[in-house]
């Protein structure tokens, strides 16, 4: 069984560029959840896809985007990157029903300069 | 607006007392408690839950309490060993919902 799998680990990019971040769920998993973690903060919640269809949304704006494939692999798409994306993005997979522990990449620590 | 709130940024014990790692939420529709612990360069991992028809629930060193009609949870950690040594999450969610809403976190340092 593997686990949660997310590349890269580490990003540089410009402020305006556009940014993909990959997630391989772990073995069995249908639901994939995207977070975003702040230095200092807890992960928030940016979005959630349950078998290729967006399951609910936090409060990020349209220019976060995301995909889910078949194999329940999912992307996280960020474009016109601003400082404040500067972050640790976490990827998440779990059984959506119930929604109960949620199992974690290691995550891609983005800087926007 | 802040959901779940972990009001103690740090906390130090000594190897092999009790760590009490605290939390309080504010929306009683919440039915679904986690925590997770993080060490640095990787994601969290889940540790513990208890779901909100139970007050109690041990795994090992580790034990939840839930009391729901203060709206707060805490973990208990017995004994404390340096390993323990991470940053602390609590989370919640509904147990049909779709997030998890974290803490900010508390890091806790074990001393040997």
């Known amino acids: ?113 | 607006d802040q959901q779940v709130k972990q009001n103690s940024p740090s906390l130090s014990v000594q190897e092999g007392r009790i760590s009490i790692l605290n939390c309080d939420y504010t929306n009683s529709m919440f039915d679904y408690f986690l925590w997770y612990k993080k060490y640095p360069a990787e994601g969290p991992t889940f540790l513990i839950s208890i779901s909100s028809i139970k007050d109690k629930n041990e795994d090992g060193r580790f034990t939840v309490f839930l009391n729901k009609s203060a709206k707060h949870l805490s973990l208990h950690i017995v004994p404390s060993q340096p390993g323990d040594s991470a940053v602390y999450f609590c989370a919640a969610t509904l147990e049909y919902g779709n997030k998890l809403v974290f803490g900010a976190g508390t890091i806790l340092r074990v001393k040997s």
């Open chain 1, 1 to 113: 069984e593997t686990g949660v799998t997310q590349s890269p680990t580490h990003l540089i990019k410009t402020r305006g560029q556009q940014v993909t971040l990959r997630c391989s769920s772990q073995s069995g998993h249908n639901t994939v959840s995207w977070y975003q973690q702040a230095l200092g903060q807890g992960p928030q919640f940016i979005f959630q896809y349950y078998r290729e269809e967006e399951n609910g949304r936090g409060n990020f704006p349209p220019r976060f985007s995301g995909l889910q494939f078949p194999n329940y692999s999912s992307e996280l798409n960020v474009n016109a990157l601003e400082l404040d994306d500067s972050a640790l993005y976490l990827c998440a997979s779990s059984l959506q029903r119930p929604n109960t522990e949620a199992f974690f990449g290691q995550g891609t620590r983005l800087t926007v300069v």
